[in-house]
């Protein structure tokens, strides 16, 4: 079966950086993805990663082990339009539009 | 360039009715992927289309159905609405079929009473 674990919530403060971890358990893999979710709105991309190591942009950053089946995303500078669900979501096979998706990490910034 | 455009954004049916909901995608996309999201949750895999053609399906009764037009705009529809079925409903475009990114549209948002 597939499985996708991500913390529930975690709270963090303005100008801090936070960690975000994913761990999985997938039939298959075919790249792992970061969407950012505002409430009501839908998932925006963050980044994908396919093989080891790290990925940076900007603010934010992802990192992949495969051998591991962990994944975490980390934001830097945080800020408060960054409280959002992020959602982690694994790609078993080639199909670009089927991807198996955790049920995300609510991540709220206070001032 | 308009996005992954979704119709209705809202809607309220009651316990047994049917409901269609369309997607349009991005100009030039080909691939239309519809996800449901329950409050809480991550969206889950329903269907995706490819040249009109069904490419995949996840772990969806046959209440729900779909079909990919020659425009690549999408319907979902769904038969026998439960309470359950009260969701967001995500579509996704992206330019192929094993392209790298997907990109949503705002979703809508579905409430059977």
């Not at chain 1, 934010?60 to 982690?88: H, I, N, P, T």
Request: aromatic share 12%; charged share 15%.
């Amino acid at each position: 079966g597939q499985n996708i674990d991500q913390p529930t919530e975690m709270t963090a403060t303005e100008g801090a950086i936070v960690q975000i971890n994913c761990t999985y358990q997938t039939s298959g893999f075919n790249g792992l993805f970061w969407y950012q979710q505002h409430a009501g709105e839908a998932p925006t991309f963050l980044s994908y990663n396919v093989l080891d190591g790290l990925e940076e942009k900007g603010r934010f950053s992802s990192f992949l082990s495969r051998s591991k089946g962990y994944s975490y995303l980390l934001l830097k500078e945080l800020q408060m339009k960054d409280s959002a669900s992020y959602l982690c979501a694994v790609r078993e096979g080639t199909n670009a539009g089927k991807s198996t998706f955790g049920d995300g990490t609510t991540l709220t910034v206070k001032p | 360039d308009a996005g992954v455009t979704q119709s209705p954004t809202h809607l309220i049916k009651t316990r047994g009715q049917h409901v269609t909901l369309r997607c349009s995608p991005i100009s030039g996309h080909k691939s239309v992927s519809w996800y449901q999201q329950v409050l809480g949750q991550g969206p889950q895999f329903i269907f995706q289309y490819y040249e009109k053609e069904e490419r995949g399906r996840g772990n969806f009764p046959d209440r729900f159905s779909a079909r990919q037009f020659p425009n690549y705009s999408s319907e979902l529809n769904v038969n026998a609405l439960l309470l359950g079925d009260s969701a967001l409903y995500l579509c996704a475009s992206s330019l192929g079929r094993t392209n790298t990114e997907a990109f949503f549209g705002q979703g809508t948002r579905l409430t059977v009473v």
